[in-house]
């Protein structure tokens, strides 16, 4: 893996990048360096759908989809009109 370094002027790199205002005609250090590209795992990845359904209860999964209209009726009151 080659590094660049180089030594500049904080002014130079303006236009790139947003360098504090106190730091424009100081002196800065850049390296420039490769980004390193994780391996790829050979592994296929499966779906988690269907994972959890051993934990599922039948009888719950009715009510499910009144569950949140009878918690707020249950916590406010009737605001049904």
Do not use: C
């Amino acid at each position: 893996m080659e590094v660049v370094r180089k030594i500049m002027t904080a002014g130079m790199l303006s236009p790139i990048i947003d360098l504090p205002w106190a730091s424009q005609n100081a002196q800065v250090e850049v390296l420039v360096l490769p980004v390193s590209q994780p391996a790829h795992n050979s592994k296929s990845f499966r779906s988690m759908k269907g994972w959890l359904k051993e934990y599922a209860n039948p009888d719950l999964a009715k009510i499910e989809k009144a569950a949140w209209a009878n918690n707020v009726e249950e916590k406010y009151g009737n605001i049904r009109h």
